[in-house]
């Protein structure tokens, strides 16, 4: 089974699909959410998002027009996923990951409510890390709020680049 195939086969839903945004990282992303959250964070700006079974389930055809999307506009200085969280279903990140980054070649932004030494920890996140460059971390803490801060909601959240290039 080739590896769009073993990722339709994880039944990751699609919550909603930004094809220009400023507010997910830096410079113009194509950003991705995904449902599923088991966080539950106080405060949450999308909590509808924490149930597994809303949005769309991905497909093959789905996941061909976002390639296709992302591809065509020279804009785009990345992509982000986010959600829910992304690793509430870590196989299918990783292997929605793996194919966006080989298949557009841009940087991958991930937003997480694990933090980066629970990544780490765990085998299944921890293989999702190599196709992120940058991971912003941590759970939603609204004791924390700060509207100030650049792409995150709470000041123990991170901004970690993985990558040297990122």
Sequence with gaps: MDEVK?????????????????????????????????????????PE??????????????????????????????????????????????????????KTNLPVWCYTGYTYEEMVQSTALKACLPYIDVLVDGRFDRELFNPSLAFRGSSNQRIIHLHKNS
């Design 49 to 102: 998002s924490w149930n597994p079974q809303q949005g769309t389930l991905l497909t093959e055809e789905m996941l061909k027009d976002m390639l296709t999307e992302i591809c065509r506009n020279p804009l785009l200085d990345g992509i982000t996923l986010s959600g829910g969280d992304p690793m509430f279903h870590p196989e299918g990140a990783r292997m929605l990951l793996k194919i966006l980054k080989e």
């Design 6 to 46: 073993q990722l339709i086969a994880q039944n990751i839903r699609i919550l909603n699909i930004y094809p220009e945004t400023i507010s997910d990282g830096f410079g113009l992303r194509y950003a991705i959410y995904l449902s599923g959250c088991s966080h539950h964070c106080p405060g949450c700006h999308n």
